[in-house]
């Protein structure tokens, strides 16, 4: 079984925001070498047996997506996820947009088998800014605790455009990452 990952693309000034953020925490830990994981807001966790349900899951992704324009997040302040997740991001205000695409991909996938999340109530929208996907090495939990010491006082507030879903494979070589890209068109 293989698992995928649904993801928003966000443009705008919000995506230097974030690269600040995380040059900052690089200079101090030395987490990422020359490649670092795009900025991304997960919409959904995809898990497939083979490429006929790759095909399945692209397909349904395809037909929900077409039905949204492109839309704005609203992003204040952080979430951290502590150990073992040892994530900092940037938290994404409620939004009915991605709420409601997340959802109707979720509960369609669902029918089919093929989500790969227990909870859809629990997700919290957000922007990784540092965590060991990607990463050159995984950072200790002491290390995790002092970059949040670094950044968790960081006034962060910021917009972005989400106009493209992207479905990655979790490879972090860009050439092999992307199974696929889905515009917003509605």
């Known amino acids: 079984m293989e ?10 000034s919000l995506i230097d925001l974030a690269q600040r953020l995380r040059n900052q925490i690089n200079e101090a830990f030395q987490i990422y070498g020359d490649f670092q994981p ?7 966790v995809v898990k497939i047996q083979d490429n006929i349900d790759l095909d399945k899951a692209k397909e349904i992704i395809r037909r929900i997506s077409k039905q949204f324009s492109p839309f704005s997040l609203e992003v204040t302040g952080f979430v951290f996820f502590p150990p073992p997740y040892k994530a900092i991001t940037l938290a994404i205000n409620k939004n009915n947009e991605i709420e409601i695409l997340s959802g109707l991909i979720y509960e369609a996938l669902r029918e089919q088998g093929m ?35 670094l950044v968790k006082d960081a006034k962060i507030s910021g917009q972005c455009i989400i106009d493209t879903l992207e479905l990655w494979r979790p490879i972090v070589t860009p050439t092999e990452m992307i199974a696929d890209i889905f515009s917003l068109k509605g």
Request: charged share 20%.
């Open 3 to 12: 698992q995928l990952y649904l993801v928003a693309v966000p443009k705008t």
């Open 38 to 44: 795009a900025f991304h807001v997960t919409v959904e």
């Open 115 to 149: 989500i790969g999340r227990e909870d859809f109530h629990s997700w919290k929208f957000h922007i990784t800014v540092a965590s060991p996907f990607g990463a050159k090495r995984e950072w200790s939990a002491e290390e995790f605790n002092a970059a949040y010491m």
